[in-house]
């Protein structure tokens, strides 16, 4: 699209991670759609500037914006540098309208739009909103969200439960056509391993650790296996070595830091083994792909283990602890369900439930509607007003006694116990995972070994 002064310019903050960045390109792209300039804010992290690389037509400015990290003076030296980068950027052009994704990059962009009187707002993908949305949600025009939850979670009133955006290029695939091109065997069951943008040293572990077991089970199975840049040397050589071990193994792997056609990797996988990002989850309902989740333990206020736990709850996924799964555990239940087509299936119908195709189209619309400009006809004519699967809208946002997910609430240990075969039934029981203490839990099951491979 033709870029103009006179088209209005939306900028959008949503650098720092492939969830934040990912979601903010499908929304800029619908923008352009709109005859809106769409101007993308990221961090100097090495997977905004690859991620960037691939957007068409879009203007990019890199932000000087770090992660708090527990270094206080220097994120704060970042954000006003942060922001006095967007006032001028914005003085060259004001934008009438400013989009924070979450994340580090959030907070200046929005006040220096609020400075040149742009219209704010935020998306929240997480069932649990990160520090920097909780902030924002004082101060922006609007917040828009991927979980129902997450809405009461946020100190504002003017909200939209929206689902996350994903990109176009994200919609159910062939198979074998998406194999063939990553160089891999178009009718060979295909495992694909992602740790999402950055990477994941636990997951790694674990399946590495399981090759063996898996490999023995499945003597064709291929592998798609994204490392993150600092596992993927020790990570290619396990799986090199188990073909020097066996020179009758028919498996292929092919194992990368990262994958910018992402939708490649999905579309060619028989079964995904993921992390609980909320980009990663809206993009896994979009192709249909039946994935084990396994949320990073140690990701702030326990997000992961939520967004995870809401997909297994509709039977869209399965959950697996990382900490309480042995190799093999994991490798059982991996066999299961890569035998198992019936299971996947399942899980494929409970995934369509979550996919909001016109998630994008949706916040684009309202962020120019609340900007008095014009908005075009959609073409698919498809309504605006998705809701999440019944079974999930139907819980309790807050259930105080059951496990209650607020960051800030702080539980009894009678409350903590009250998560029992009463009110889940041992299936259930086998998914869940620990709570971390950021959510007011103090207490954790304590399951049998063997029921955390239950499919």
Same mark, same amino acid.
């Given at each position: 699209?033709?870029?103009?002064?006179?088209?209005?310019?939306?900028?959008?903050?949503?650098?720092?991670?492939?969830?934040?960045?990912?979601?903010?390109?499908?929304?800029?792209?619908?923008?352009?759609?709109?005859?809106?300039?769409?101007?993308?804010?990221?961090?100097?992290?090495?997977?905004?500037? @690859?991620?960037?690389?691939?957007?068409? !037509? =879009?203007? #990019? /400015?890199? $932000? %000087?914006?770090?992660?708090?990290?527990?270094?206080?003076?220097?994120?704060?030296?970042?954000?006003?540098?942060?922001?006095?980068?967007?006032?001028?950027?914005?003085?060259?052009?004001?934008?009438?309208?400013?989009?924070?994704?979450?994340?580090?990059?959030?907070?200046?962009?929005?006040?220096?739009?609020?400075?040149?009187?742009?219209?704010?707002?935020?998306?929240?993908?997480?069932?649990?909103?990160?520090?920097?949305?909780?902030?924002?949600?004082?101060?922006?025009?609007?917040?828009?969200?991927?979980?129902?939850?997450?809405?009461?979670?946020?100190?504002?009133?003017?909200?939209?439960?929206?689902?996350?955006?994903?990109?176009?290029?994200?919609?159910?695939?062939?198979?074998?056509?998406?194999?063939?091109?990553?160089?891999?065997?178009?009718?060979?069951?295909?495992?694909?391993?992602?740790?999402?943008? @950055?990477?994941?040293?636990?997951?790694? !572990? =674990?399946? #590495? /650790?399981? $090759? %063996?077991?898996?490999?023995?089970?499945?003597?064709?199975?291929?592998?798609?296996?994204?490392?993150?840049?600092?596992?993927?040397?020790?990570?290619?050589?396990?799986?090199?070595?188990?073909?020097?071990?066996?020179?009758?193994?028919?498996?292929?792997?092919?194992?990368?830091?990262?994958?910018?056609?992402?939708?490649?990797?999905?579309?060619?996988?028989?079964?995904?083994?993921?992390?609980?990002?909320?980009?990663?989850?809206?993009?896994?309902?979009?192709?249909?792909?039946?994935?084990?989740?396994?949320?990073?333990?140690?990701?702030?206020?326990?997000?992961?283990?939520?967004?995870?736990?809401?997909?297994?709850?509709?039977?869209?996924?399965?959950?697996?602890?990382?900490?309480?799964?042995?190799?093999?555990?994991?490798?059982?239940?991996?066999?299961?369900?890569?035998?198992?087509?019936?299971?996947?299936? @399942?899980?494929?119908?409970?995934?369509?439930?979550?996919?909001?195709?016109?998630?994008?189209?949706?916040?684009?619309?309202?962020?120019?509607?609340?900007?008095?400009?014009?908005?075009?006809?959609?073409?698919?004519?498809?309504?605006?007003?998705?809701?999440?699967?019944?079974?999930?809208?139907?819980?309790?946002?807050?259930?105080?006694?059951?496990?209650?997910?607020?960051?800030?609430?702080?539980?009894?240990?009678?409350?903590?116990?009250?998560?029992?075969?009463?009110?889940?039934?041992?299936?259930?029981?086998?998914?869940?995972?620990?709570?971390?203490?950021?959510?007011?839990?103090?207490?954790?099951?304590?399951?049998?070994?063997?029921?955390?491979?239950?499919?």
């Amino acid at each position: 699209m033709q870029r103009s002064p006179e088209n209005p310019l939306v900028a959008i903050a949503c650098g720092g991670t492939g969830g934040h960045l990912f979601p903010g390109l499908a929304v800029a792209e619908e923008l352009q759609r709109h005859g809106c300039d769409a101007l993308l804010l990221v961090s100097p992290k090495e997977v905004d500037q @690859q991620a960037i690389r691939a957007a068409r !037509d =879009l203007q #990019v /400015a890199t $932000l %000087p914006a770090v992660a708090l990290q527990g270094n206080l003076p220097a994120f704060a030296r970042a954000s006003l540098a942060s922001y006095q980068a967007a006032r001028q950027l914005f003085a060259t052009r004001a934008p009438r309208a400013v989009l924070a994704m979450g994340g580090f990059t959030s907070a200046p962009p929005v006040w220096a739009g609020r400075k040149c009187g742009a219209k704010t707002f935020l998306h929240e993908s997480n069932t649990i909103p990160g520090r920097a949305n909780r902030w924002l949600a004082h101060f922006v025009d609007e917040a828009f969200v991927g979980f129902p939850q997450a809405a009461h979670r946020l100190w504002i009133q003017r909200h939209a439960i929206t689902g996350t955006p994903v990109r176009e290029q994200f919609a159910r695939a062939d198979a074998a056509s998406c194999r063939m091109a990553l160089g891999l065997d178009p009718n060979r069951p295909t495992l694909v391993i992602t740790g999402g943008s @950055q990477g994941a040293t636990g997951l790694n !572990d =674990l399946v #590495v /650790a399981a $090759l %063996p077991e898996l490999i023995a089970r499945h003597r064709d199975l291929q592998f798609i296996h994204l490392t993150g840049a600092n596992d993927l040397e020790r990570t290619r050589a396990a799986h090199e070595q188990l073909g020097i071990q066996n020179s009758k193994l028919k498996t292929r792997s092919l194992v990368q830091p990262f994958l910018t056609e992402m939708e490649l990797a999905l579309g060619a996988a028989t079964l995904v083994v993921s992390r609980a990002g909320a980009s990663s989850l809206a993009e896994l309902a979009a192709m249909r792909a039946p994935a084990v989740l396994v949320p990073l333990p140690t990701a702030a206020d326990n997000h992961q283990y939520f967004n995870a736990r809401a997909f297994a709850d509709t039977g869209a996924a399965r959950l697996l602890s990382q900490r309480t799964t042995s190799p093999a555990q994991f490798a059982a239940l991996i066999s299961d369900l890569l035998t198992n087509a019936a299971a996947r299936a @399942q899980m494929q119908t409970a995934l369509a439930q979550w996919h909001k195709p016109a998630a994008a189209a949706d916040i684009a619309e309202r962020i120019l509607r609340a900007c008095g400009l014009p908005v075009s006809l959609r073409a698919d004519g498809e309504d605006a007003g998705w809701q999440p699967p019944a079974r999930f809208a139907k819980r309790n946002p807050d259930p105080a006694g059951q496990d209650s997910v607020e960051p800030h609430f702080e539980r009894s240990e009678a409350g903590a116990a009250s998560i029992s075969a009463a009110t889940c039934p041992p299936r259930k029981l086998a998914a869940l995972a620990p709570p971390s203490p950021a959510n007011g839990v103090r207490r954790s099951l304590t399951l049998p070994a063997e029921s955390i491979a239950t499919p």
